[in-house]
Nanobody, 114 residues
Framework: QVQLVESGGGLVQSGGSLTLSCVFS????????MAWYRQAAGNRRELVAR???????DYADSVKGRFTISRDNAQNTVYLQMNSLKPEDTDVYYC????????WGKGTLVTVSS
């Protein structure tokens, strides 16, 4: 069974940076597209960034130019580098693995203070 464990969330000031990590286990990581989503309480979960098994990445318009998704197949890990953070980036960030099925991590909280 695929398991995803996110880390790297925390409190940061506006304009600061954080890097989130998601460690994948229980499957063949290189086959999966990996994505980061975020969700605030009461809101729907929205896609932040996705990287395919081939390494092609796409981003939500709201984070283009500020966030970078990357993957390390040797470490079974996907990263989200977040720069120039804004208070509106405050959310719980979730990692998702997509192949035949999909799997979610439990999330990590990012709080950006103004």
């Amino acid at each position: 069974q695929v398991q995803l464990v996110e880390s790297g969330g925390g409190l940061v000031q506006s304009g600061g940076s954080l890097t989130l990590s998601c460690v994948f286990s229980g499957g063949r990581f290189s086959l999966y597209s990996m994505a980061w989503y975020r969700q605030a309480a009461g809101n729907r979960r929205e896609l932040v960034a996705r990287i395919t098994s081939r390494g092609n990445a796409d981003y939500a318009d709201s984070v283009k130019g500020r966030f970078t998704i990357s993957r390390d197949n040797a470490q079974n890990t996907v990263y989200l580098q977040m720069n120039s953070l804004k208070p509106e980036d405050t959310d719980v960030y979730y990692c998702k693995a997509e192949f035949v099925n999909f799997y979610w991590g439990k999330g990590t909280l990012v709080t950006v203070s103004s």
